[in-house]
């Protein structure tokens, strides 16, 4: 099958001149900039979605494991470099349309309540957020509803209160998996069914295949940005779409309070984007790096009077976890559909530990990297006999973790992880859990710097304008026409996925954030 194109949808802009104007420029088009675009889509604003990259194509490559993980088919972003050693390496983004959701595991939870509020953890505390878990409620409704959550309310002991149950039924245990729930609770613990999004509704488009967690769906079955929010957002007409631009840098007025245009560079051409209003949705780090960039009339970048632009960056400690059982081949092919949080919240003087999920099936090619001097057959033999899963404990901010931009213009992160404790604690546990459940072969690999897909904090939300980057509603202290939409302004990580909440959030700051 040759690469194809999904069909070109309306609203796609192709300028014809050195300026582009709207009303809203959103920069990124991830998860909270189409998200955003969406919740805007009736608003009577000309919204312009801006994006670096294209469509990521259908092709017959998107379901092939060696061509996703092997070759690295679509990863298509920059190098960036560790600050602490000044190596060069390949972050775990993704430049198109829908960003990072094109190859997400859809595994869509909501923050527990207790993650609003200050955590105490072994080694420090995470920030409390500048609202509560209800102010953001009625908009995880509604994300779940606009993403197709499947899930099942109830089981989870650490969920928080909802106002409606999940949208849809939960997608259903294979049966090794269903096997390793009864063994989980025969161990006195609670597994869930993991909130994911894909189009398993009546009629829908998934087929529930090997290929979804870390791949493209072929099907445009999978609950991404693009699919699920931008696409019905550009079928308004009141949103248009801007692919393969590059922001550079914000460009400021005199007093230095607002943003007059965005600097880009348009399919190698160079471009000004004017409005009313910008939304940054570029991801943490991107975000981060393009207000350091815009050095107007401060040389410590736009938004940045409190000098926290980029700092206390955080990625979840986490670790891929491969138990193995040699007598017993498994069959499953849809992995990805249980969770625990038994040890999520307080543990004594571990403190939190974090969350424990099933990964999308291992395959050999997949597993290479976990186990790069592995021979072939007995990744193989290694992949048909394991259950895999995926442990994620919070990074705490720490404003020595940070992003900053080189002379040369090029990404450095700098990042030691904090609260690496308790997460060997829950490698720990997990590892007896897995073998009381009849799994004797356990084996762990800890994620380095080049994993970046959880990332957040590094334009924190606050009150205090010396403190903080943004207000409670995202909008920037410094610039009374900007805001951001992705996890930037996240104060503190939490332990589950954070798309979800970043979608929310997006929803919130179109209702209540002055956008409209």
């Given at each position: 099958?040759?690469?194809?194109y ?7 802009l192709r300028?014809?001149g050195?300026?582009v104007d709207?009303?809203?420029a959103v920069i990124?088009a991830?998860m ?11 608003s009577?604003?000309r919204v ?8 990521l194509?259908?092709?017959a ?5 060696h061509?996703?993980f092997?070759e690295k088919r679509?990863?298509?972003a920059?190098p960036?470099?560790d600050?602490d050693?000044g190596?060069?390496?390949?972050p775990g983004?993704?430049y198109?349309v ?5 190859v997400?595991g ?6 527990r309540e207790a993650d609003?509020?200050p955590?105490?953890?072994a080694e420090?505390?995470s920030?409390a957020?500048p609202f509560p878990?209800?102010e ?6 509604a ?7 499947h ?5 989870d002991p ?6 409606a149950?999940?949208?849809?039924p939960?997608?259903?245990h294979e049966p ?6 009864d ?7 609670a ?6 999004g894909i189009?398993?509704r ?5 087929v529930?295949c090997?290929t979804c967690?870390?791949f ?5 079955a999978?609950?991404d940005?693009?699919v699920?929010?931008l ?16 922001v550079?840098?914000?460009l400021?007025?005199a007093?230095g309070r607002?943003v007059t ?6 399919a ?6 004017r409005?009313d ?10 975000t981060?790096?393009?207000?350091l960039?815009?050095?107007n009339?401060?040389p410590?970048?736009?938004?940045n009077?409190?000098?926290?632009v980029?700092r206390?960056y955080?990625?979840h400690n986490?670790t ?11 069959e499953?092919?849809f992995q990805?559909t249980?969770g625990l949080?038994?040890?999520y919240?307080?543990?004594g003087a571990?403190?939190?530990l974090?969350?424990v999920?099933?990964l999308g ?6 597993a290479?990297g976990?186990?790069?001097r592995?021979?072939?057959p007995a ?5 048909r006999?394991?259950?895999d899963l995926?442990?994620?404990?919070e990074?705490?901010p ?13 990404i450095?992160v700098?990042r030691r ?13 997990t590892?007896?859990?897995m073998r009381?459940a009849g799994y004797p072969?356990?084996s762990?690999?800890?994620?380095g ?5 959880h990332?957040?904090?590094t334009?924190?939300?606050g009150?205090?304008p010396?403190?903080?980057v943004v ?7 410094d610039?009374?026409?900007?805001w951001?939409?992705?996890?930037s302004w996240f104060?503190s ?5 954070p798309g ?7 929803l ?9």
């Amino acid at each position: 099958m040759n690469a194809t194109y999904p069909p070109e949808p309306p609203g796609l802009l192709r300028p014809d001149g050195p300026e582009v104007d709207c009303d809203i420029a959103v920069i990124g088009a991830g998860m909270g900039g189409a998200t955003l675009a969406y919740a805007l889509r009736d608003s009577g604003a000309r919204v312009l979605v801006v994006e670096r990259g294209d469509f990521l194509p259908r092709e017959a490559a998107n379901w092939s494991p060696h061509a996703v993980f092997t070759e690295k088919r679509y990863r298509n972003a920059e190098p960036w470099y560790d600050a602490d050693t000044g190596r060069r390496f390949q972050p775990g983004v993704h430049y198109y349309v829908g960003g990072n959701t094109k190859v997400f595991g859809a595994t869509l939870p909501r923050f527990r309540e207790a993650d609003f509020g200050p955590v105490e953890h072994a080694e420090g505390v995470s920030r409390a957020w500048p609202f509560p878990y209800a102010e953001l409620e009625p908009y995880y409704a509604a994300a779940e509803r606009l993403y197709r959550v499947h899930g099942t309310a109830g089981q989870d002991p650490t969920e928080p209160w909802r106002s409606a149950g999940f949208p849809y039924p939960a997608v259903p245990h294979e049966p090794a998996v269903a096997e390793l729930a009864d063994a989980l609770r025969a161990q006195g613990l609670a597994p869930f069914d993991l909130p994911t999004g894909i189009d398993l509704r009546p009629g829908g488009a998934c087929v529930r295949c090997a290929t979804c967690d870390g791949f493209p769906c072929l099907l445009g079955a999978k609950s991404d940005a693009d699919v699920c929010a931008l696409r019905p957002a550009l079928a308004s007409g009141n949103v248009s779409l801007l692919t393969r631009t590059v922001v550079t840098g914000l460009l400021t007025d005199a007093p230095g309070r607002r943003v007059t245009a965005a600097a880009a560079r348009h399919a190698g051409t160079e471009l000004r984007i004017r409005a009313d209003r910008y939304v940054l949705a570029c991801g943490a780090v991107n975000t981060a790096a393009l207000l350091l960039r815009s050095r107007n009339r401060r040389p410590e970048g736009e938004a940045n009077s409190s000098g926290q632009v980029g700092r206390n960056y955080m990625v979840h400690n986490s670790t891929f976890l491969v138990a193995v059982d040699p007598r017993r081949p498994s069959e499953t092919v849809f992995q990805k559909t249980l969770g625990l949080n038994d040890w999520y919240l307080a543990n004594g003087a571990h403190g939190p530990l974090g969350n424990v999920q099933t990964l999308g099936k291992l395959q050999p090619a997949t597993a290479r990297g976990l186990h790069p001097r592995l021979p072939g057959p007995a990744l193989g033999f290694l992949t048909r006999h394991s259950v895999d899963l995926y442990l994620t404990s919070e990074d705490l901010p720490a404003p020595g973790n940070r992003v900053t931009v080189g002379p040369d213009g090029a990404i450095r992160v700098g990042r030691r992880p904090v609260n690496l404790t308790p997460h060997r604690e829950l490698v720990r546990r997990t590892a007896r859990m897995m073998r009381r459940a009849g799994y004797p072969l356990v084996s762990a690999r800890h994620m380095g710097i080049d994993v970046t897909s959880h990332q957040c904090g590094t334009a924190v939300a606050g009150t205090d304008p010396a403190t903080s980057v943004v207000d409670p509603d995202c909008k920037a202290h410094d610039l009374a026409n900007l805001w951001i939409a992705d996890s930037s302004w996240f104060p503190s990580s939490a332990a589950v996925n954070p798309g979800l909440t970043i979608a929310a959030n997006a929803l919130r700051v179109a209702e209540k954030g002055g956008l409209r």
